[in-house]
């Protein structure tokens, strides 16, 4: 288990609204943070962490905001799954080797995101 597995873990008893890593945390993005469905927001920066956004992230329908930036071993695609967060009003992805579309939300249809 790696250092933001056992953060997560830690949150799985008390779900915050809030979920913000950073710093020299290593690893992969862990599965496990689309167990949090109350989290509004999510922010991952600055992480040393390699690999993919996990399709898992799909399962939070109440986020309203997230972050992924100065992560540049985050790469790949994002997961389809992302178009199901209906609540989106903030995305912010940059510094990433991530590329491709941006699964179109609900929410951000005719609207700034």
Known sequence: MNLIQSR???FSSIPPEE???EGPL???LPTQ???LTNLKSLGLAYLNVAGTVPSEYGNLVKL???LIGNS???EGVLPSELSQLGN???LGIYSTGLSGEIPICPAASGQEV
């Open 8 to 10: 997560v873990n830690i």
């Open 19 to 21: 979920l913000h890593l």
């Open 26 to 28: 290593e690893g992969t």
């Open 33 to 35: 943070l689309g167990r």
């Open 64 to 66: 309203e905001r997230i």
């Open 72 to 74: 540049p071993q985050i």
């Open 88 to 90: 989106i009003l903030q």
